[in-house]
């Protein structure tokens, strides 16, 4: 069997067409296994798998959580709140604290770009990014692209347009990477002020206008407005944002076309997008979330089964 | 390279009609009774058997295909991670008579991990194993076949060769001898 070409996963970046679709195939694999009566394999048994998590997160933190006990891993977690790290130990001693106690595999988030990477030059285990700052969120967009893929068939040609808050989206980056490794059209739609100025270089189409937008694509990924990450404000009102940018269900009835709807979640429901649109059959969100535990074991199986 | 022919496309036929009458001589109906063929290779041989099972019985017997990758002892013991094949076994396997079926049965090992691969699809009520070749006193663990199309003495630099028409091939089985 091929293998993947990286011992750590720190974004889309790092992987080509090949490594990508070892990837799916491995992930149709556990999604049988999923849906068997008893879901629990052994294959991971006795790596120690350590969540590090330096930012908030339920979804992707209780998803990897999930994968690795599926896979019979044992695991430690590990929150940045309520630890040394705020008696002021630094990233490097506390992530070494931790891999002294022999783990052999750490799924680390940060609210900095290029912790991972950091990591990676620094330690031995393998490194998975599970998020860094406004960089990459490589196993969101592979979740997601095999989202089209299980629903479509294929990737290669389909139309993808990406919603909302672009310049801090870590999805959006690591979605781009992904879909034009997999040879799909990428637009990105948003405000001006959400979108990076020089983002045309990566080779996507831009568009401010979200009827344009939509009618141009087969599936739309539509983004959290992250206000967090806002200390400036870039758009006047969320009502104001919803008007221009929310997808609705007049909108989508007026386009004479079916349009597969995402969404990476958390939704704020009628913001950027109103609730029967989430919930309606053009919709895979939930898929979204099932995919994303067999795309976690697949990632965590390829990057461990070496020996 | 020597090389020992074990079964030809006619020698192959008339084994695989053999091991029909045998598991029906236990299985009578197959009313009880399923097929599970291991990934990769013994699909094959599995079908084959179903196939003749349907036409003596006038039936339909119930097949599936087993992948035990995950299951197996030594994944993070090799270079590469292993490839799994899929699955695919569409009924229930709880109080069912089971017949594994394998091409070639050398440690058990593999036989093992399918054991454990198919309690995650229930607790079936008995289980047997249907292997074409048996290579004797190779085991690393107690597994012993049900059903052996031919016993074979082999030691363990041998390795048995197995060519299908499935796989684009005539049907040979072959001993080798690997050059020291």
């Known amino acids: ?307 | 390279m020597q090389k020992r022919l074990l079964f030809d496309s006619k020698l192959l036929k008339v084994t695989i009609g053999r091991l029909c009458r045998q598991l029906i001589e236990v299985h009578n109906d197959f009313s009880g009774t399923v097929i599970i063929g291991l990934q990769p290779r013994g699909i094959f041989l599995a079908e084959r058997i179903k196939n003749e099972l349907d036409r003596m019985l006038s039936g339909e017997v119930h097949l599936g295909y087993l992948d035990a990758t995950f299951h197996r002892d030594d994944l993070r013991r090799r270079n590469e991670p292993i490839a799994p094949s899929q699955t695919k076994i569409s009924f229930l396997i709880e109080d069912k008579n089971v017949i594994l079926v394998d091409d070639v049965l050398f440690t058990g090992r593999t036989v093992r991990a399918a054991l454990d691969a198919m309690n995650t699809f229930g607790r079936p009520a008995k289980v047997e194993l249907l292997v074409l070749i048996d290579r004797l006193y190779s085991r690393h663990i107690p597994v012993k076949a049900d059903y052996a199309g031919r016993k074979v003495n082999t030691i363990q630099s041998q390795r048995v060769l197995v060519e299908l028409k499935e796989q684009g091939e005539e049907d040979n089985i072959w001993l080798i001898n690997k050059e020291e």
């Not at chain 1, 758009?235 to 008007?243: H, I």
């Open chain 1, 1 to 307: 069997m091929s293998r993947l070409k990286t011992k750590h996963l720190l974004g889309i970046k790092n992987l080509d067409r090949e490594d990508i679709e070892l990837i799916f195939q491995t992930t149709a694999n556990f999604k049988e296994v999923l849906n068997r009566p008893i879901k629990k394999n052994p294959s991971l048994r006795d790596v120690t798998i350590a969540n590090v998590f330096f930012e908030n997160s339920t979804r992707t933190k209780l998803s990897f959580e999930l994968a690795e006990k599926r896979l019979s891993a044992d695991i430690i977690n590990f929150s940045a709140s309520g630890s040394s790290v705020e008696k002021g130990e630094t990233l490097l001693d506390t992530v070494n604290n931790i891999l002294a106690m022999k783990v052999d595999m750490v799924v680390m988030r940060h609210s900095s770009p290029g912790v991972p990477h950091l990591l990676a030059k620094n330690i031995n285990s393998n490194i998975i990014n599970a998020g860094d700052g406004t960089h990459e969120h490589p196993t969101q967009a592979l979740l997601d692209t095999f989202s089209i893929l299980d629903k479509t068939g294929r990737v290669e040609g389909k139309r993808v347009v990406i919603v909302g808050d672009i310049l801090h989206s870590r999805v959006a980056l690591s979605n781009i990477f992904a879909l034009q490794a997999l040879q799909a059209e990428v637009m990105v739609c948003g405000p001006p002020t959400l979108l990076p100025k020089h983002i045309g270089e990566l080779g996507v189409e831009v568009e401010t206008d979200i009827r344009k937008a939509l009618e141009w694509c087969d599936v739309a990924n539509i983004l959290r407005i992250q206000l967090e990450r806002q200390q400036m404000r870039y758009f006047p009102s969320l009502r104001e944002y919803s008007q221009y940018f929310g997808i609705n269900k007049q909108l989508l009835d007026s386009l004479n076309k079916e349009i597969l709807i995402m969404h990476p979640g958390p939704i704020n429901r009628g913001v950027e997008i109103t609730s029967d649109v989430a919930d309606s059959d053009h919709s895979i969100i939930l898929e979204q979330v099932e995919n994303g535990v067999a795309v976690r074991m697949a990632v965590l199986y390829l990057l461990a089964g070496i020996g």
